[in-house]
């Protein structure tokens, strides 16, 4: 595949978050990438203490204009992901903007990180400024949290679930949803496709991924979904992974060009996140029969008050449970075929609107 991804996120200099979890998959599957750093970190939050700092929004146009002056911003796709403020991320709106303006064809694949489990972990200024680039992006892939944000429509049922995948196609003209997870409620569970729904017995220990993908305004989306089993423990950098093997594995062509080449109802997202979904969960699985080998001071649980009198308690169960991206090149390079966990339409996802 052939192809230059400009991507413009976090760096860190230890383990597999931001860039260095998207940059190395993209290549592994044949794209140059040209790195932006929004942050120059000596690791992830989570290990309770960093050094580093973050990229002004006069340093990113700085690179930006240098890279214009010398022809080198010259990207078939784009990749953005944590944006630390809102003058930062108008800097890299504007970026996005006069690319787009270059190239109609520019696939933008908008990762909006602002949070999760119900908190921010950005300045709430840069709503405003994800709502204004919503418009100019090919995909977006906002966690449940993120959608909640963007819409300002609580995920509490289905009805409300309908009214922010019509908000974000129809008010903010996004064309292709990817929502990386969903925790399955029972208003979730019961109304899925019986062939992806879990027993219920185990709907608490997955995760559900739906994508919605629009071809023209005056017909309803196409609704893909698939459960994802939870893995015990807590995992960095997994979304940003995620989005690079879904830009890495969307072929508009398909759909533009080649519909015959598409099995009847999926659609170029749909088979993107399924590639994506199948791979990021292969990964951690492997990440995660890597920490169950470690020794055990290496494998304690979290105990908020333990960690706090004996920080490295929290380091070296972070640093264990790191991204085993380079040892999966052969995952990230793989063709699945028939284990593909693909996603499957959810035929009566509209019905009752």
Not at 37 to 43: E, K, L
């Amino acid at each position: 595949m052939e192809g230059r991804v400009l991507s413009i996120q976090s760096h860190v200099a230890f383990g597999y978050v931001g860039g260095k979890a998207a940059a190395f998959p993209l290549q592994c599957l044949g794209y140059d990438v040209d790195l932006v750093n929004t942050v120059n970190f000596s690791n992830h939050a989570g290990y309770g203490r960093s050094g580093g700092s973050k990229t002004s929004a006069a340093e990113l146009e700085s690179i930006f204009e240098a890279m214009e002056f010398n022809e080198l911003l010259c990207p078939t796709r784009v990749l953005t992901g944590y944006i630390p403020n809102a003058e930062a991320l108008a800097a890299v709106a504007r970026l996005v903007e006069k690319l787009r303006k270059q190239n109609p064809e520019l696939i933008y694949l908008l990762d909006p990180v602002m949070g999760d489990a119900g908190r921010l972990y950005v300045s709430a200024d840069v709503i405003p400024v994800y709502r204004s680039l919503l418009p100019l992006s090919t995909i977006i892939t906002p966690n449940w949290f993120e959608v909640e944000t963007l819409t300002g429509i609580s995920l509490t049922d289905l009805h409300s679930l309908r009214l922010a995948l019509t908000k974000l196609h129809k008010d903010f003209g996004v064309p292709n949803v990817a929502i990386s997870s969903i925790p399955l409620a029972p208003w979730l569970s019961e109304t899925l496709p019986n062939a992806i729904r879990p027993p219920a017995v185990s709907e608490s220990e997955h995760l559900l991924c739906i994508t919605s993908s629009v071809s023209n305004e005056n017909s309803p989306s196409e609704v893909h979904v698939q459960c994802v089993p939870l893995l015990p423990g807590y995992f960095s950098g997994v979304g940003d992974l995620f989005s690079s093997l879904v830009l890495a594995h969307y072929k508009p062509s398909l759909e533009a060009s080649l519909p015959e080449v598409l099995p009847p109802f999926r659609t170029s997202l749909s088979e993107a996140v399924s590639q994506a979904l199948t791979k990021t969960h292969a990964v951690l699985c492997k990440t995660f029969e890597y920490s169950e080998r470690l020794p055990e001071e290496e494998r304690l649980v979290t105990d908020d008050e333990k960690d706090a009198v004996e920080p490295i308690r929290k380091v070296r169960r972070m640093r264990g449970r790191e991204l085993r991206l380079v040892q999966s090149i052969d995952i990230i390079r793989s063709d699945f075929g028939d284990a593909t966990r693909r996603l499957e339409r959810w035929s009566g996802f509209w019905e009752k609107l």
